[in-house]
C-alpha cells in the first residue's frame, strides 16, 4: 500500500513538472510552421481581417475546426478589449492545447494499466511522463498532437467498451486529421468483438455517433469557405492520388526506422520487436504499431512528429516487454546478471537522454526566432506605422500572432504549389516570392525590385547568414542598416545559427 501511494504521489509530481515543462518550452522554442500557420495565424485573419493564409487553407486540405475554436478565444476577448494581447493571441490557445495533452496523458495511464498490466501500465507511464518528445510537443497547436491527445482517449474508451464515445472521437479525429484512419483500421476486429448481442443496433448507435463530427466539420468548413468543402477528401486527393505530399519533401522508405523511431524511443527501441512474442494485447498492439509505421513509410514526406498519433501504443510494448523480461528473469533466478543490468541500464539511459533531450531541444535549440519576434514587437508598439521585413524562409517566422500592430506593414516570402502560386503575386508591386528553397532565392536582387513600389523597412528579421547580402543590397539603394540585436537559433547546420535584427540608420526612413 505505501509503495502504491509513492508511486501516485511521485507521478502526480511528475505530471505537474511535465504540463509546466511543456507550456514554458512552447514559449521558449520553434518546433514546425504549423503550429502557428494552421492556428493563431488562421485565427488571426478571420478575427482581424488581414494576415495571411497558406495555400492549404485555399486548397480545403485543412479543417477550420482548430483556428475557429482559437477564434471563440479572440472574440471573448474582444469583449473585453484584450483581444490584441500577446496573453490572448499566443498564450491562451497554447494553454488550451496543453489542457488537452494533460487529460490525454491521464487517460494513457488508464489504457496502458488495462491493456498491459498494472506493472507494465505503471512503467509505461513513466516512459510517457519523462519523453522529451511528449513535453517538447505538449503544448503545441499542432494537428498532431491533437490527435494524440485524442488517441489517448479513444484508446481508453476502446479498451473499457465505451464505444458511443469512442466512435464520437474517431469521428472528431478523423474530421480534423484524416490520416488518424491509419492508426485505427486495425483496431476495426477489436470494435467489432465489444460490439453487446444487440450487434446492429449498437452498430447504428456509434456509426451515428461517428457522423455527428464530420457532419458538424463539413458544416463548419463549407460555411468559412462559401462552398462545400469535404477537407478530409480534398486532403485525401492531394497527398494520395496527387502525390501532393512531396511537396514538403520526400525521404527514404526507412527513415522512420533509422531516424524517426529511435529519437522517440532511444534504447527502449531494440525492445520493440519483442512485443511479438509478450501477451496477446501487447502482440496486437505491435502489429497495430507495425501497420501505422509500414504504410506511414510509403508516403513520400516524413517527420518526426508524424509518430506522435502511435506514440500511446510503443510505450506500452516497451513496457510490457520490459516487464514480462523482468518477471521471467526473477523466476530463473537471472535478472541480477548481465541480462537484468542490461534492462536496468536500458531504462535508466532512456531517462537520462530523455531529460537531456528536454533541456537541450527546450531551451537551447531554435529558440532565436520567438525572442526575436518579441523584441521587434517591443520595438514597434509605440510606432503608428511600422515597418518590418521577415527575410527568412517563407513561414519558418510567426508573423502576425507574434508581431501584432494594428497598423503594420509586413514584407515576407511566400511559397506555394504551382497551382496556388498566383494567390500571392497578385496586387503586389512585387511580391517576395520562394519557388525552390531559401537557396536559390537572389535576395539583392528582390531587394531592389521590392524598394521600387514599397518605403523601406524600420526593421529587418533575418538568419546570421543572410544579413551581410541583406545590408549590401539596402546599402547600394541608399539605405543604411546595422545589426542592433542577435539571438542564438540553433547549433545544427540545417537550422540558422543565430537570428538578427537589422535596425535602419537612414534619415530617408522617415
Request: charged letters at 15%.
Amino acid at each position: 500500500m505505501e509503495q502504491i501511494k509513492n508511486y501516485r504521489h511521485g507521478v502526480q509530481i511528475a505530471f505537474a513538472i511535465k504540463v509546466l515543462l511543456a507550456i514554458t518550452i512552447s514559449r521558449l522554442s520553434d518546433f514546425v510552421p504549423d503550429e502557428y500557420w494552421q492556428s493563431t495565424e488562421v485565427a488571426y485573419v478571420l478575427h482581424f481581417g488581414r494576415g495571411h493564409l497558406m495555400w492549404e487553407w485555399h486548397a480545403n486540405i485543412r479543417s477550420y475546426i482548430p483556428p475557429v475554436i482559437i477564434l471563440i478565444v479572440y472574440k471573448i476577448a474582444s469583449l473585453f478589449n484584450c483581444d490584441g494581447s500577446f496573453l490572448i493571441l499566443v498564450i491562451v490557445p497554447q494553454i488550451l492545447q496543453l489542457a488537452l495533452s494533460a487529460v490525454g496523458w491521464n487517460y494513457f495511464s488508464r489504457f496502458a494499466s488495462t491493456r498491459v498490466g498494472s506493472n507494465a501500465g505503471k512503467l509505461a507511464t513513466i516512459f510517457m511522463l519523462v519523453s522529451w518528445f511528449t513535453t517538447f510537443c505538449g503544448a503545441r497547436l499542432i494537428s498532431n498532437q491533437t490527435e494524440m491527445s485524442l488517441n489517448c482517449i479513444a484508446l481508453y474508451l476502446l479498451e473499457i467498451g465505451d464505444l458511443a464515445k469512442f466512435s464520437f472521437i474517431m469521428g472528431l479525429n478523423f474530421a480534423l486529421r484524416p490520416t488518424a484512419a491509419i492508426l485505427w483500421l486495425p483496431f476495426l476486429p477489436e470494435f467489432c468483438g465489444k460490439l453487446t448481442d444487440t450487434t446492429f443496433k449498437n452498430f447504428l448507435k456509434c456509426l451515428t455517433f461517428v457522423a455527428l463530427p464530420m457532419v458538424g466539420a463539413l458544416a463548419l468548413d463549407s460555411m468559412m469557405t462559401s462552398n462545400l468543402s469535404i477537407t478530409w477528401l480534398e486532403f485525401f486527393k492531394f497527398n494520395f492520388l496527387s502525390g501532393g505530399s512531396a511537396e514538403f519533401g520526400v525521404h527514404s522508405p526507412y527513415w522512420y526506422l533509422y531516424s524517426g523511431l529511435p529519437s522517440v524511443l532511444g534504447p527502449l527501441l531494440a525492445f520493440l520487436p519483442f512485443g511479438y512474442f509478450c501477451s496477446k494485447k501487447t502482440r496486437l498492439l505491435t502489429i497495430y504499431a507495425t501497420f501505422y509505421i509500414v504504410v506511414y513509410s510509403f508516403i513520400p514526406h516524413k517527420e518526426i512528429r508524424f509518430l506522435l498519433p502511435v506514440t500511446p501504443l510503443l510505450f506500452p510494448i516497451c513496457a510490457s516487454v520490459v516487464s514480462t523480461l523482468i518477471k521471467k528473469g526473477v523466476e530463473a533466478n537471472k535478472i541480477d546478471g548481465l541480462f537484468g543490468t542490461y534492462l536496468k541500464f536500458a531504462v535508466k539511459l532512456f531517462i537520462g537522454l530523455n531529460i537531456g533531450a528536454t533541456i537541450f531541444l527546450g531551451f537551447f535549440h531554435q529558440c532565436g526566432v520567438k525572442r526575436a519576434t518579441a523584441d521587434i514587437s517591443e520595438k514597434i508598439s509605440e510606432m503608428d506605422a511600422p515597418r518590418v521585413w521577415i527575410m527568412t524562409p517563407c513561414y519558418a517566422v510567426p508573423i502576425f500572432s507574434h508581431i501584432h500592430h494594428p497598423n503594420i506593414e509586413l514584407e515576407y516570402y511566400k511559397c506555394a504549389p504551382k497551382e496556388f502560386r498566383h494567390l500571392y503575386t497578385n496586387g503586389s508591386a512585387y511580391p517576395l516570392i520562394q519557388t525552390n528553397g531559401f537557396a536559390t532565392v537572389n535576395l539583392h536582387q528582390d531587394i531592389l525590385k521590392k524598394l521600387v513600389g514599397a518605403k523601406a523597412p524600420h526593421f529587418i528579421l533575418a538568419f546570421q547568414e543572410h544579413v551581410p547580402k541583406i545590408i549590401a543590397a539596402f546599402d547600394k539603394a541608399g539605405y543604411e542598416y546595422k545589426v542592433c540585436a542577435t539571438y542564438f537559433d540553433s547549433l545544427v547546420d540545417d537550422f540558422g545559427g543565430a537570428v538578427e535584427i537589422l535596425c535602419s540608420y537612414s534619415c530617408r526612413l522617415m
